[in-house]
């Protein structure tokens, strides 16, 4: 995954549209990661709320594959 920005430009909690253009995927693939547990995101109401820490691990993980 190549991110679309500087992660530094983002705020500490990201809604799903900066999370997307972040990881550069699609809305369905980012809902796809947080029901499967791979990006830990909160619910409130009816939208997911995301902390950049969580990314930013995520990006981590997908650049050095085990």
């Known amino acids: 995954m190549k991110n679309s920005g500087q992660i530094k430009d983002y705020p500490d909690v ?3 549209n ?3 253009s972040l990881l550069s ?3 369905k693939t980012l809902y796809k990661l947080i029901r499967e547990g791979a990006l830990p ?3 409130i109401g009816r939208k997911y709320r995301i902390a950049k820490c969580h990314i930013a691990q995520l990006m981590q993980i997908s650049d050095h594959p085990a």
């Open 18 to 20: 900066q999370a997307c």
């Open 14 to 16: 990201l809604d799903v």
């Open 41 to 43: 995101a909160i619910k």
């Open 25 to 27: 995927v699609c809305d």
